[in-house]
């Protein structure tokens, strides 16, 4: 197993940014496709971003777009998610998971998720 860690949580006001990130110490993340997830209080978890493992490109889901921005530094092997104007819709714990297959925003085709890292905003 990969036992990714997520890091970089925490309770923020509204307006303000974080950033996340993704490691692990079992296994190279780089040239692998990785992707974050969010999941709410009583809500199905959802897709927030993938960093493309053959050519860092990126991919968002839409409603994300300009606020948050996943990037790789393959010096640290890590993959981060920067957070910017944060809303307190944005509260949900964070997941990051290695892509395996298929299409980039289902949760299904991602294996060894890590154990996420709580985001909470306040108004």
């Known amino acids: 197993q990969w036992q990714l860690v997520e890091t970089g949580g925490g309770s923020v006001q509204a307006g303000t940014s974080l950033r996340l990130s993704c490691a692990t110490s079992?296994?190279?993340?780089?040239?692998?496709?990785v992707g974050w997830f969010r999941q709410a209080p009583g809500k199905e978890r959802e897709f927030v971003a993938a960093i493309i493992g053959s050519d860092d490109s990126t991919y968002y889901t839409d409603s994300l777009k300009g606020r948050f921005t996943i990037s790789r530094d393959s010096a640290k092997d890590t993959v981060y998610l920067q957070m910017n104007y944060l809303k307190p819709e944005d509260t949900a714990v964070y997941y990051c998971a290695v892509h395996w297959f298929g299409v980039y925003d289902v949760t299904a085709n991602y294996h060894d998720w890590g154990q996420g890292t709580q985001v909470t905003v306040s108004s």
């Open positions: 079992r296994h190279t993340l780089n040239s692998y496709t």
